[in-house]
Nanobody
Framework: HVQLVESGGGFVQAGGSLRLSCVASGYTYSNYCMGWFRQAPGKERGGVAVIASGDGSTTYADSVKGRFTISKDNAKNTLYLQMNRLKPEDTAMYYC??????????????????WGQGTQDTVS
């Protein structure tokens, strides 16, 4: 049974930083992708950052490029999102997600995958 548990959310002033963590358990994919997604009240869920296994390639939403960094610690089965220079528009529920890569190497997120329960970040 795959489980993803996020932590690290909270309240922060604009310009501040937060680091989110997501501990994964219950899956043994060798080729996978993991990512962070967010949803603000009244808005659709959107992608923030995704990282792939193997070469660790990353992709970011334009709105967070240069401010957020996604990383993973394979030994700890933990995914991180370092968020710097936070803005009020970054306020949202942040979700961790994971999925096995398609055979052609593409990441199926967010359409297919496992999801955490979310952690709220509020930037004032």
């Amino acid at each position: 049974h795959v489980q993803l548990v996020e932590s690290g959310g909270g309240f922060v002033q604009a310009g501040g930083s937060l680091r989110l963590s997501c501990v994964a358990s219950g899956y043994t994919y060798s080729n996978y992708c993991m990512g962070w997604f967010r949803q603000a009240p009244g808005k659709e869920r959107g992608g923030v950052a995704v990282i792939a296994s193997g070469d660790g390639s990353t992709t970011y939403a334009d709105s967070v490029k240069g401010r957020f960094t996604i990383s993973k610690d394979n030994a700890k089965n933990t995914l991180y999102l370092q968020m710097n220079r936070l803005k009020p528009e970054d306020t949202a529920m942040y979700y961790c997600a994971a999925a096995e890569l398609y055979l052609d190497g593409r990441c199926p997120l967010p359409d297919i995958g496992y999801w955490g329960q979310g952690t709220q970040d509020t930037v004032s």
